[in-house]
Nanobody
């Protein structure tokens, strides 16, 4: 079953902003580590940003300074704030996360179905 849901994609012009959200499909799970990836047709999926359980972040060079990954544990959500979007950012964006339940059982490396981001000139 699908355990991760991404929302927030859409169509924007270059220079505009979007915020993506990633959350477990069931409230039984919390996000431990999480990250955002993107993929275009014919290309391999690439890492965009990653956040550790304690909030340490890592970014791909192509988005450094424009994108911010952050988490709100009270809302059980990981976000990707995307500023100054460029046509090259057009892709399906996927969330990947390690999930943990109240009994400390883990579901590792769970993928969502993706959300489309399209940036036009």
């Amino acid at each position: 079953q699908e355990h991760i849901v991404e929302t927030g994609g859409g169509l924007v012009h270059a220079g505009e902003s979007l915020t993506l959200s990633c959350a477990p499909s069931s409230s039984a799970f919390s996000i431990n580590a999480g990250g955002w990836y993107r993929q275009t047709p014919g290309q391999q999926r690439e890492m965009v940003a990653h956040i550790s359980p304690r909030g340490d972040t890592r970014y791909d060079d192509s988005v450094q300074g424009r994108f911010t990954i952050f988490r709100d544990n009270a809302r059980n959500t990981v976000y990707l704030q995307m500023n100054d979007l460029k046509p090259e950012d057009t892709a399906v964006y996927y969330c990947n996360a390690d999930l943990v339940d109240s009994d400390y059982e883990y579901l590792y490396s769970q993928w969502g179905q993706g959300t489309q981001v399209t940036v036009s000139l």
